[in-house]
């Protein structure tokens, strides 16, 4: 029996996981003091048992230092292992440098959480010019995929779909989920400037003119890609496309802009807690 020990946000995650009677819940606290210094308590008893933490890291700066300090606790306790359930990991975007002198971010940050927890699972993370966690992480990783639940989703709820993915990066998630909606997918081409902005430019779409355009990205963060696609398929007098991201990030106003610039409708699944999240992947744990 593992003990799962949800970080605020992820309560719901980890009730869905104890669905699973491998599983029960842990019970601890993360209290702040006026100095803005955490301090953790685990009250749970966790002596010889396999402690799991479950916390996204999407927004890591703020995250990483309780998860350091709660997983080196749990050691002190006497827990056997100490996991994390990261249903969405952070800093992958960063992999190599692009401009001089900049930091290649997901080289440390992958030493540092290898240093401090036993293992790592967690849902499609951005791997791009990395083939595998394992180059980056030392310690035994686990990846799971939604590609099965997000295609399926797609095929109860969209008539005609058409499955787009904005850039050459989105290959890996669209055509995964082209194969179980049972759907065509195309793959468009974009390009980011320095300052953020985004443009994407479409391969013929004629032949799919009629379909119901759905949008497939891994993250949705500015939603800037989104937002520029959305426009693209307008300006060619599409439906108003679905847009569906598996990690909803949604930085700053990023919800509304991408509401505004007319998308149809907007799904995500829960790896990150957001109000979009609509299809539910926690069954992956099941
Ligand atoms: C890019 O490499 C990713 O797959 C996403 O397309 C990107 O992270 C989305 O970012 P944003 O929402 O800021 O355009």
Request: proline share 6%.
């Amino acid at each position: 029996m593992s003990i799962l020990f949800a970080f605020p946000g992820y309560e719901l995650f980890a009730d869905r996981i104890q669905d699973n009677p491998s599983f029960s819940g842990g019970d601890f606290t993360i209290s702040s003091f006026p100095d803005r210094e955490s301090l953790v308590t685990i009250h749970t008893d966790v002596k010889d048992k396999e402690v799991i933490i479950v916390c996204g890291l999407d927004r890591p700066n703020e995250k990483v230092i309780p998860i350091l300090f709660f997983s080196h606790l749990a050691q002190e306790l006497g827990a056997k292992r100490v996991g994390l359930i990261a249903p969405y990991l952070g800093y992958l975007r960063q992999d190599k440098r692009f401009s001089p002198g900049q930091a290649i971010t997901s080289k440390t940050f992958a030493q540092l959480l290898s240093s401090h927890v036993d293992w790592l699972t967690t849902i499609d993370p951005h791997l791009h010019r990395y083939k595998s966690l394992n180059e980056i992480y030392t310690i035994p990783t686990t990846v799971l995929h939604t590609a099965p639940i997000v295609g399926s989703w797609v095929k109860d709820n969209v008539e005609n779909p058409i499955l787009i993915g904005p850039d050459e990066e989105s290959l890996q998630w669209v055509q995964e989920v082209a194969e179980h909606a049972e759907s065509p997918f195309i793959v468009l081409k974009k390009t980011r400037a320095l300052d953020g902005t985004v443009e994407v430019s479409a391969p013929d779409l004629e032949t799919h003119r009629d379909h119901t355009p759905v949008l497939v990205d891994d993250i949705i963060s500015t939603a800037q890609t989104m937002i520029k696609t959305v426009g693209h398929l307008r300006e060619f007098g599409m439906k108003p496309a679905v847009c569906v991201g598996i990690h909803a990030i949604f930085a700053g106003d990023a919800h509304n802009a991408l509401k505004d610039a007319g998308a149809g409708q907007i799904v995500t699944t829960n790896t990150i807690q957001h109000e979009t999240n609509e299809i539910d992947v926690s069954v992956l744990f099941g």
